[in-house]
């Protein structure tokens, strides 16, 4: 439950941010009354690809015998994890120009005076969000209380309000810096979790080997067998029994995300390279 | 393609298996497990018999075996667990968190 809500904040202030930079440039603007029904509308279709894309999800998942429902989750564990080492890294390259990039994206579709043109910048950042939302909400909340996932959500959006009000007060309490870094960091905790359960699953499935079973025995010291521990694990990707296959994705996956980190702007190729 | 693949290779393995393993049962009773204590051979592959008898939906999540299996109230399932050392490991439930059960391998 903490997880959902945790990936519905952070999410959700993502896009929150988005919406803030293209409303607040639009407002500015003498004519902004004609533009923002399009923001508007670009929001709600971004919304609206979203659910769709999370119905689509949930009953594919329904329809398949039990052993094909634990690979596709496991499938889309994975993805999920790849997207949010994807997200982590693209907020770091973009997130310092992110407001001085939109605005030249919309100064461009206001000169061509396309409306459309900022619906669809409103629809892919919402959409974005929203349907890495959904992704990372399958591979770790499926199992939830009806009750309690719908909970977690709506405590996420309004928690998502409320830090981003405060955020925009001018960083009295809380900086969007500080904010993304620590986010940053649960977020990737988050996304060894879920490579964990992932691996897991495909140990259990036979699909990969576990080479030595278990490596250590660490439940002394946090046991992952009881609720207190599972939710320590469920949130760094701890285990008490780990197969050395677990250890070494384990390992491989901060040696990959700290790379991918420290690899200076300046040196990546050009788009399309 | 690959993930059908396996898919497929998964399911043509279960049933082969299924039948000939030592097999200890556990149900789920609202929060509730009987018995909270199941003993089981060390070093061979076994299944637990999950059967929820409550009125609630129960999860028999246990992240040393491995498993995590959904039970609506009245259906029985079963999971199958990889060969464990002597040793103690602890599952519960993960929609009725004060609920904990080990299971005693020898």
């Known amino acids: 439950m903490g997880q959902v809500l945790f990936v519905v904040w952070r999410e959700s202030v993502e896009a929150l941010l988005v919406i803030g930079i293209l409303f607040t440039w639009i407002v500015g603007r003498p004519d902004s009354r004609r533009w923002l029904p399009y923001l508007w509308g670009g929001v709600g279709l971004g919304l609206a690809g ?19 429902q634990t690979l596709f989750q496991t499938v889309l564990m994975l993805l999920a994890c790849a997207l949010i080492v994807q997200m982590v890294v ?10 001085q990039e939109m605005h030249t994206a919309l100064a461009d579709e206001v000169g061509r005076s396309h ?8 629809a892919i950042a919402v959409a974005r969000e929203g349907s890495e939302t959904v992704v990372f909400l399958y591979g770790i909340g499926q199992h939830l209380v009806l009750f309690e996932f719908v909970l977690a959500t709506v405590a996420g959006l309004a928690l998502a309000g409320v830090t981003f009000v405060l955020l925009q007060l001018g960083g009295r309490y809380v900086s969007w810096r500080w904010f993304f870094r620590v986010t940053e ?23 990969l080997p576990a080479i030595v079973d278990p490596l250590w025995d660490s439940s002394a010291f946090i046991n992952d067998g009881t609720a ?11 285990r008490a029994y780990p197969a050395l296959t677990s ?22 190729t050009p788009v399309g390279a | 393609m690959f993930a059908a693949l396996a898919a497929a290779l998964v399911l043509l393995a279960m049933p082969a298996y299924a039948d000939e393993l030592h097999t200890v049962s556990l149900e ?41 299996k959904v039970l609506a ?24 968190q004060e609920a904990q059960g080990i299971v005693v391998a020898k």
Do not use: C
């Open chain 1, 50 to 68: 979203a659910v769709a894309l999370g119905m689509l999800i949930l009953f594919a998942g329904e329809a398949m015998s039990e052993s094909a």
């Open chain 2, 28 to 68: 789920m009773n609202d929060g509730k497990f009987v018995p909270a204590r199941l003993e089981v051979p060390a070093g061979v592959k076994f299944k637990i018999v999950i059967r929820n008898v409550g009125k609630t939906a129960a999860e028999f999540e246990s992240l040393p075996l491995r498993k995590e």
């Open chain 1, 115 to 122: 409306g459309w043109g900022v619906l669809l910048l409103a």
């Open chain 1, 228 to 238: 207190m521990g599972g939710l320590v694990a469920s949130f760094t990707g701890y």
């Open chain 2, 73 to 96: 109230p009245g259906a029985e399932s079963f999971v199958v667990v990889h060969p464990l050392r002597p040793g103690e490991y602890g599952f519960f439930d993960d929609f009725h």
């Open chain 1, 90 to 99: 693209w907020m770091r390259r973009h997130g310092r120009t992110l407001k």
């Open chain 1, 185 to 207: 960091i649960l977020l990737l905790l988050l996304g060894a979790a879920m490579l964990m359960s992932a691996v897991d699953n495909l140990l259990s499935l036979d699909i």
């Open chain 1, 247 to 268: 250890l070494l994705i384990y390992l491989a996956y901060w040696v990959l995300v700290l790379g991918l980190l420290r690899m200076p702007r300046a040196t990546r």
